[in-house]
């Protein structure tokens, strides 16, 4: 038989009880909290208020056994508030540093639009480099870290969106939608299940999880028939008619990453192709900027339309 | 946009001309005029939104019913039905374009055009009949949107979607068709015109030969037969029909002949199949000399004319075989009396003529030399009008006027041989003919009518003499004919051979005939030998890219393709295209397929052809799954 993954069954097993236990109807924004993080990237949710994005990155951090953060974002949010600053300790005469909420395995950004552009370029720099650097001093910050951002599309007063520039950075942007009706009900009766989350024990180890990731980004195969596939869609969204910029390189390794953490769930050691249509869908479509005439159109419709033209390599 | 009020009103309009074009050379004279002046009217009427209202129309139906019906009598059946017709049709399209009103249009129309077939089975029928069927299915089509709104409006891609649906509609029913000929009885004849005997014309040659009687010959150019037969040279393309062996008065006419025994002329047969156009006459024309006819019942008199046991007045067919022949051989000799007979009055100059050959001393084939020098001599012109008439047209043709058609030619000669003591006759039929290399077929017209003589020569036989020949002048027959005209001809021609003389014997013929044909295609020399090294240097190209085109793919293809196959019976008709393997696996649930596909989708995926080993167990996996699944 096929050689087995390290640690895929703990990784899957985790998704599986989160899934089916504490966070019912997230089943799928949960697999892509988990692809982001298995493959070193940041989410961006987008999604109105109240349908339980701080709930299911609480939870998210507790059954990992990762700590986490939190930060609420305002307009006068300053990037010390997020890093930590130096405070002067008096009984021993001199300057400590105080980590900031970014220092935690698991960092919930709320309402990262409302944040100052100066603060949320601190914010992306940080996701980007992995470390902090706070008068002079360069602090790691932890392995695994990911970040959670959500963003409100509704509000407009008072915000200040994400360039499209900026939105690159984010692996994966995706929804959380209205739970399904049953489920919905179910809660309804329940109501708040926040302070269960708490209460979450560690379902896997923390060398379980530093593993998994060494794996998705060390024995995940990707071959030439689907790196053939994943260029064709690059290149289909640079040449459609609709579109101004298509994927740029850094859009097409995310797609690559993204699909090798799909594989890796999948049980798979090489990417197959619908692994990459699968993720396109999350990692795609913010990184496309349409021409101004076309803006109002739906990026994941066009995106669809793409990925239906282009066949996938079946030999 | 597409109106389809006017829509239906272009399509009425052109059905009621349609019903009405093949029944107008038979209508009366009141029908004839009336509904083109009704389908003017009408369009006025529409145009300007007016119609007259049933209140009207009703009681003038009435009024002209009664009119038709008073000149009503049982033998003018047709013709009344016929304009009555018309004249409804007419009154129709006074009225408003309601539904039902346009649905009568549509069947008075088609009355119309089946009434037509009662006076003539033309090809043009097929034409109309076609016509009218297409433009009914789409009229139909058209209406129901009518009914349901008659001021509706379509856009033009719309109507013409529409347009283009309904004309295939007769299109699908062309088979139908085709299997109903087939099947249901027919007429050879159009019941009507055969009931009344109008159409049966007296055709070609006549049976009295008395030049003088006009001065004039009137050209009439009706087609009398056409015979399908190989190429003969013009100078023997004579078609034999009646002999006229005696005087009744002046008249040349047809007596019955004595007893001859005819011995059958020498040399090669040429077999003719011959379709006369229907006519009253009984005489069954063919190359001259003709040994047999067959393929209808007829009768051969001694002096080689063959009659038909009835009138030929319905298409019919018959086969003959001739042989070109300028003399006919007799056994035994003829009754020279009967040849030698004169008329009532001999122009005195001929009679001296013939007095002054009539020597004994010299032989009857000297006579017959020394009277076509004279004819010569006497410089006579060939010609159809301001003909010689009169009290002594004869001889004032040979002496005064010298001109004449073949009339006047052949009767004098044979008068002259008779008078110079040679036994003669006339024979009438008709000479040339078209030829009609597209339908391989000879057509022979009215006015290639023809009359020349026979003169008996102890030892020799029956000599074929045409006396017009030494015309100066003589008119070359009119070899080449249109192009169109000839395709028409032909195509008339097919038609009544294939479709109204229909039989099923004669289609198997016509099958057969068309293979013999093809069989007997000569190809240059050297065709052959050129196909054989073309087909032998093109095989390998052929081969080449037959092979490209099918190739066989790499095992991995293979192997897929035999479980996709096995995976499409198991489940069929739920593999959706583009859809990833892994996926189709684990939505159709099938473990063989999932273990196929991780183990296939580990050799692909990673860049590696599948080992010896992999392919084995690949099919190790079809294998079980085929079982699973029977």
């Known amino acids: ?190 109501g708040s299940i926040r302070d269960d989350i708490l209460r979450i024990p560690a379902l896997v180890r923390h060398e379980d999880l530093v593993e998994a990731i060494r794996t998705v980004a060390g024995e995940v195969y990707i071959g030439d028939k689907v790196t053939d596939y994943v260029y064709s869609i690059i290149r289909a969204t640079r040449n459609h008619p609709l579109i101004l910029t298509g994927l740029s390189t850094r859009g097409g390794i995310s797609l690559v990453e993204a699909a090798k953490a799909a594989a890796y769930l999948h049980e798979r050691a090489f990417v197959a192709p619908e692994d990459v249509r699968d993720v396109a869908h999350a990692v795609c479509p913010h990184r496309l900027i349409f021409r101004p005439e076309h803006e109002g159109v739906d990026k994941e419709q066009i995106l669809n339309a793409i990925l239906k033209e282009i066949p996938l390599p079946v030999t | 946009m597409v109106k389809i009020k006017l829509l239906l009103n272009v399509l009425t309009v052109c059905i009621a001309v349609v019903g009405y074009l093949p029944l107008q050379p038979y209508l009366g004279p009141f029908a004839r005029v009336f509904l083109p002046g009704a389908l003017l009217l009408g369009l006025y009427l529409q145009w300007k939104e007016r119609p007259l209202s049933a209140r009207v129309l009703t009681p003038s139906s009435i009024i002209l019913f009664l009119f038709f019906a008073y000149g009503f009598r049982m033998d003018r059946l047709v013709p009344v039905t016929a304009d009555l017709l018309v004249v409804f049709l007419g009154v129709r399209l006074l009225g408003e374009r309601s539904g039902r009103n346009s649905l009568q249009v549509f069947a008075l129309s088609l009355f119309c055009l089946a009434a037509s077939s009662l006076y003539s089975l033309s090809e043009l029928f097929l034409v109309y009949l076609l016509l009218l069927l297409l433009l009914l299915a789409v009229s139909l089509v058209v209406l129901t949107f009518h009914s349901h709104d008659p001021d509706i409006v379509l856009p033009r891609d719309q109507a013409k979607t529409v347009l283009s649906v309904s004309t295939l509609i007769p299109v699908a029913s062309l088979p139908l068709l085709l299997f109903f000929f087939l099947i249901l009885p027919r007429t050879q004849y159009p019941l009507w015109n055969f009931a009344t005997g109008q159409a049966g014309k007296k055709t070609g040659f006549s049976d009295v030969v008395k030049p003088g009687e006009t001065s004039t010959v009137a050209e009439v150019k009706g087609v009398v037969l056409r015979a399908i037969c190989s190429k003969v040279p013009e100078q023997q393309l004579y078609w034999r029909g009646i002999v006229l062996n005696g005087f009744k008065e002046d008249a040349w006419v047809r007596l019955p002949p004595p007893r001859e025994f005819q011995l059958p002329p020498k040399g090669e047969t040429l077999s003719q199949e011959i379709y006369p156009e229907p006519s009253q006459s009984i005489y069954l024309p063919a190359l001259n000399v ?168 102890d030892g020799v036989g029956w000599q074929f003499v045409d006396p017009s020949a030494w015309a100066i002048g003589l008119p070359r027959p009119n070899e080449r004919a249109g192009a169109l005209r000839m395709y028409l001809d032909a195509a008339g021609f097919y038609w009544n051979k294939a479709v109204v003389t229909y039989d099923l014997e004669m289609q198997m013929d016509l099958v057969r005939s068309a293979g013999n044909k093809a069989r007997n295609i000569r190809l240059p020399a050297g065709t052959a030998r050129m196909l054989a090294t073309l087909l032998i240097a093109l095989l390998p190209v052929a081969a080449l890219l037959a092979w490209y085109l099918r190739r066989p793919g790499s095992a991995e293809e293979r192997v897929l393709k035999r479980m996709l196959r096995a995976v499409e019976k198991r489940h069929p008709g739920e593999a959706r295209g583009n859809e990833g393997l892994f996926e189709l696996a684990a939505r159709l649930n099938d473990s063989e397929f999932r273990q196929f596909v991780s183990l296939y989708g580990d050799a692909v995926y990673r860049d590696r052809h599948l080992n010896r080993e992999e392919l084995a167990r690949l099919d190790e996996i079809i294998r079980k799954h085929r079982q699973h699944g029977s």
């Not at chain 1, 019912?24 to 989410?43: D, T």
């Not at chain 2, 078209?434 to 008996?456: D, F, K, Q, S």
């Open chain 1, 1 to 190: 038989m096929l050689k087995k993954l390290a640690k895929v069954d703990e990784i899957n097993a985790v998704l599986t009880k989160l899934s089916s236990q504490h966070l019912k109807g997230k089943h799928r924004a949960l697999k892509l909290c988990l692809m982001a993080l298995l493959s070193g990237g940041h989410v961006l949710l987008e999604d109105i208020p109240g349908l339980g994005k701080t709930t299911m990155a609480l939870a998210f951090a507790s059954a990992l056994g990762l700590s986490f953060g939190r930060v609420q974002c305002t307009s006068d949010l300053l990037p010390s508030d997020i890093t930590g600053l130096s405070i002067y300790d008096r009984t021993e005469g001199r300057f400590n540093f105080i980590k900031g909420p970014i220092f935690n395995n698991i960092v919930l950004i709320d309402e990262i639009n409302r944040a100052m552009p100066k603060t949320q370029s601190a914010l992306l720099e940080a996701m980007e480099e992995r470390r902090v650097t706070v008068e002079g001093v360069t602090y790691r910050l932890p392995d695994p870290f990911l970040v959670l951002a959500t963003q409100n599309p509704v509000e407009q007063v008072g915000t200040y969106p994400l360039p499209e520039s900026q939105m690159d950075r984010f692996l994966i942007r995706t929804g959380i939608g209205y739970p399904p009706e049953e489920i919905e009900k179910e809660i309804l009766k329940q």
């Open chain 2, 290 to 457: 003709a040994s047999a006819i067959s393929g209808v019942r007829n009768e051969k008199t001694p002096d080689g004319v063959f009659t038909g046991r009835g009138r030929l007045d319905k298409r019919v067919k018959y086969n003959a075989e001739s042989v070109l022949s300028d003399v006919v051989q007799v056994k035994g000799g003829i009754d020279r009396d009967f040849y030698l007979k004169l008329p009532a009055n001999v122009p005195d100059r001929m009679r001296a003529k013939g007095r002054e050959l009539n020597r004994p001393g010299i032989p009857a084939a000297e006579r017959m030399r020394l009277l076509e020098r004279f004819f010569h001599e006497q410089k006579l012109s060939y010609a159809t009008t301001r003909l010689p008439v009169g009290a002594d047209p004869l001889g004032s043709f040979l002496f005064d006027k010298r001109r004449g058609n073949c009339e006047y030619f052949a009767s004098c000669y044979a008068l002259l041989l008779r008078l110079a003591g040679v036994p003669s006759r006339l024979v009438g039929g008709y000479r040339g003919g078209t030829y009609n290399a597209m339908g391989g077929y000879y057509l022979v017209t009215e006015e290639m009518a023809h009359v020349w003589v026979e003169a008996y020569l």
